[in-house]
Nanobody
Framework: QVQLVESGGGLVQAGGSLRLSCAAS????????MGWFRQAPGKEREFAAA????????KYTDSVKGRFTISRDNAKNTVYLQMNSLKPEDTAAYYC?????????????????WGQGTQVTVSS
């Protein structure tokens, strides 16, 4: 079992930055690929970024490439999402997720464990 707790969300102006953190419980964190997904009101949950168990391999959805960076610290059981140049369309609840297989994936059905989410609101 893995428990995930996100933090770092908030209200920011367009062009600003936020760093989300996701703290994981369990000694097997380093074996899991991790992903960040987001869900805006009235929309389906969508993939944002993912990282392999080692941190070597990452994936991003096109709309965040060049602006968001996913990283992890296995010694701290934590995955991060650095978000720069934020836009109003980035407004959503952001969720981290853990995948038992160590390679990053974009489909939410590939992930077994989910956090409760943290809200990000970008004002124009």
């Amino acid at each position: 079992q893995v428990q995930l707790v996100e933090s770092g969300g908030g209200l920011v102006q367009a062009g600003g930055s936020l760093r989300l953190s996701c703290a994981a419980s369990g000694r097997t964190f380093s074996m899991y690929a991790m992903g960040w997904f987001r869900q805006a009101p009235g929309k389906e949950r969508e993939f944002a970024a993912a990282i392999s168990w080692s941190g070597v391999s990452t994936k991003y959805t096109d709309s965040v490439k060049g602006r968001f960076t996913i990283s992890r610290d296995n010694a701290k059981n934590t995955v991060y999402l650095q978000m720069n140049s934020l836009k109003p369309e980035d407004t959503a609840a952001y969720y981290c997720a853990a995948r038992i297989l160590g390679t990053p994936a974009t489909d939410p059905w590939e992930y077994s464990y989910w956090g409760q989410g943290t809200q990000v609101t970008v004002s124009s």
